[in-house]
């Protein structure tokens, strides 16, 4: 049903591993977006892509290291996490990056390091 | 001051009542704005943009006031179904950024 597709949908970590994120988007959408979401916390805008360029990094630890080889893929590539770094990662995609047009979510991928 | 204020609730209503939610943004240079809906362990949803001259779908109605900075939800005739955590969500202009409040819960009882 969804045009973002994210996965995994769930990881199991430890802080020494290097695991990595998928985001797809099939809209034909020019901006992508990695969302953090914790208990009880808004969503944290991480960083954006807009035509492939990032255009957005919101003071994000270098831990996280996004990647975006073309519009319609996104890649978050995780290194030496802290329990802390346990989320729901969620993806967006919109038509454009300006953030003037409504974000469309992936299911999500539920992220704990132990 | 918060970027996106939100009240969190929760908000417990009767089937049949109408529930209102306000947010209160911070960038008056904010040109775009929208209401999501977020079910327990799911992604936000897309409810309906907010547009100056407000604008209704169905039971929902959104208005927006530029000069107070402040944005509103009306839930008519709530439904057992609406229980869920609403998200107020402004776009700040060119940045790219969509800033999302922390959500304001609604259980609706039969």
């Known amino acids: 049903e969804t045009g973002v597709t994210q996965t995994p949908r769930h990881l199991v970590m430890g802080m020494t591993n290097k695991k990595s994120l998928k985001c797809e988007q099939h809209?034909?959408?020019?901006?992508m977006y990695w969302y953090k979401q914790s208990a009880k916390k808004p969503l944290e805008l991480m960083f954006v892509?807009?035509?492939?360029?990032?255009?957005e990094n919101n003071s994000v630890p270098s831990r996280f290291s996004p990647e975006c080889p073309n519009s319609s893929h996104l890649f978050l590539h995780l290194h030496t996490l802290q329990p802390e770094d346990s989320a729901l990662y969620l993806c967006?995609?919109?038509?454009?990056?300006?953030?003037?047009?409504?974000?469309?979510f992936g299911q999500g991928t539920r992220l704990t390091v132990v | 001051r918060k970027e996106v204020e939100q009240d969190p609730g929760p908000f417990n209503v009767p089937e049949g009542a109408t529930v209102a939610f306000n947010c209160t943004y911070s960038n008056s240079a904010s040109q775009s704005f929208f209401w999501y809906r977020q079910d327990c362990r799911k992604e936000p949803k897309l409810l309906m943009s907010?547009?100056?001259s407000g604008n209704e779908d169905g039971r929902f109605t959104a208005q927006l006031n530029r000069a107070s900075q402040y944005i509103s939800l009306l839930i008519r005739d709530s439904k057992l179904s609406d229980s869920a955590t609403y998200l107020c969500?402004?776009?700040?202009?060119?940045?790219?950024?969509?800033?999302f409040g922390q959500g304001t819960t609604l259980q609706v009882k039969p």
């Open positions: 892509y807009n035509f492939k360029e990032q255009t």
């Open positions: 809209l034909g959408h020019n901006a």
């Open positions: 967006a995609s919109s038509q454009d990056g300006a953030g003037n047009t409504e974000a469309f």
């Open positions: 969500v402004v776009g700040a202009g060119n940045t790219g950024k969509l800033i």
């Open positions: 907010v547009y100056s």
